[in-house]
C-alpha cells in the first residue's frame, strides 16, 4: 500500500522523544513562506485544522495536515519526513531538541498513483 506521508527511522525517533514530553502531537505543513514551508509540530489539542487543510495520513501514529492549496501542487509527490540537526520553525516542538524536521520527496509511479486515484 502506497502512503502519501512517509517518516525516516530518524524522524521517527524525535517523534517517539517529543510525544513523551508533550503527549499526542500532530504536524501541519501550510506551504508559507519561512516557517511555514516546513513540517510543523504541535501539540494535537494546541493547533485547529479546519476546512482550508488535507490530511494526508500518519507517521509514528500521528496525523499530518497540509494547506489544500499545497496539496494541489505536492499530490503526485510522497512526503518523506526527516529529522537533522539544526533549528527548524521557531513554533516547532522540535526546537529544542537541537533537530529540525524536514521535509523530502519522490514522485509516485504512474501505478502508485492509479493506487491513490483508487482510494
Known amino acids: 500500500m502506497v502512503e502519501r506521508v512517509t517518516v525516516t527511522d530518524e524522524a521517527h525517533a524525535l517523534i517517539n522523544t517529543l510525544k513523551e514530553?508533550?503527549?499526542?502531537?500532530?504536524?501541519?505543513?501550510?506551504?508559507?513562506?519561512?516557517?511555514?514551508s516546513s513540517p510543523m509540530c504541535?501539540?494535537?489539542?494546541?493547533?485547529r485544522t479546519g476546512d482550508s487543510d488535507f490530511l494526508l495520513g500518519e507517521i509514528a501514529e500521528t496525523p499530518f495536515y497540509m494547506a489544500k492549496d499545497q496539496y494541489e501542487y505536492w499530490k503526485h509527490t510522497q512526503l518523506i519526513i526527516?529529522?537533522?540537526?539544526?533549528?527548524?520553525?521557531?513554533?516547532?516542538?522540535?526546537?529544542?531538541?537541537?533537530?529540525?524536521?524536514?521535509?523530502?520527496?519522490?514522485?509516485?509511479?504512474?501505478?502508485?498513483n492509479a493506487m491513490l486515484s483508487a482510494k
Open 82 to 112: 526527516d529529522a537533522v540537526d539544526g533549528h527548524g520553525g521557531m513554533f516547532s516542538l522540535e526546537g529544542p531538541e537541537g533537530k529540525r524536521f524536514l521535509t523530502r520527496s519522490r514522485v509516485f509511479t504512474k501505478e502508485e
Open 21 to 36: 514530553t508533550h503527549g499526542p502531537l500532530m504536524f501541519h505543513q501550510s506551504g508559507g513562506c519561512c516557517d511555514g
Open 42 to 47: 504541535f501539540p494535537r489539542d494546541e493547533f
